[in-house]
């Protein structure tokens, strides 16, 4: 099938839409239709060449969806079903799982940052050529084919662009109150910054 998205062709040129071809979901991934995505600081970084990565690449990790079509084996979501996108999905079962640590989870880092899906191949292609994922994700395109453990089913009623902020800024930003610091009620918190990220960790401050 076809899908538009937004390419990357190289580092300091404007990134391109155009249409791609896109494969079906294979065994434990899900085909999703966009609904909203965020732009995060994350995605200008592969553009610049600060964040090293395989070219040309879709970027774009803050995403909200639907599930479209599923691939074989995959069990926690359903054709229909509202998600976002988590672009660090874990095993739960490697030494950084154990040790609660998703984040590094080594079934999925390295595959992650190689610009592929989980068997190490990439759905999206414009002229047979392929063209890399972004944290196995994609979501500046009208589908996005992601890993299972990607998605993440969230209730009707949360709007579609604020659900897409909860896959990066809104858990970085609380996450960095709730989990790294270790706010208690009562603190005083400083933020330096109030981006995406920083406006999440005054959200998870004053929580």
Known sequence: MKTKAAVLFDINTPFSIMELDIDPPKANEVLIKMSAVGVCHSDWHLRTGDTQHP??????????????DLGQNVSRVKKGDKIVLNWAPNCGICFYCRKERPGLCEAFTGHIWKG????????????SSDIFHYCALSCLSEYAVVPEESCIKIPDEIPD??????????????GSVLNTAQVKKGDSVAVFGAGGVGLSTIMGAAY
Do not use: F
């Not at 070219?55 to 639907?66: A, M």
């Not at 902020?165 to 930003?173: E, F, S």
């Open 161 to 174: 662009e604020v659900g897409a902020l909860i896959g990066c800024a809104v858990t970085t930003g609380v």
């Open 116 to 127: 592929n899906l989980m068997d190490g191949t990439s759905r999206l292609s414009k002229n």
């Open 55 to 68: 070219l040309p690449v879709v970027p774009g990790h803050e995403g909200c969806g639907y599930v479209a």
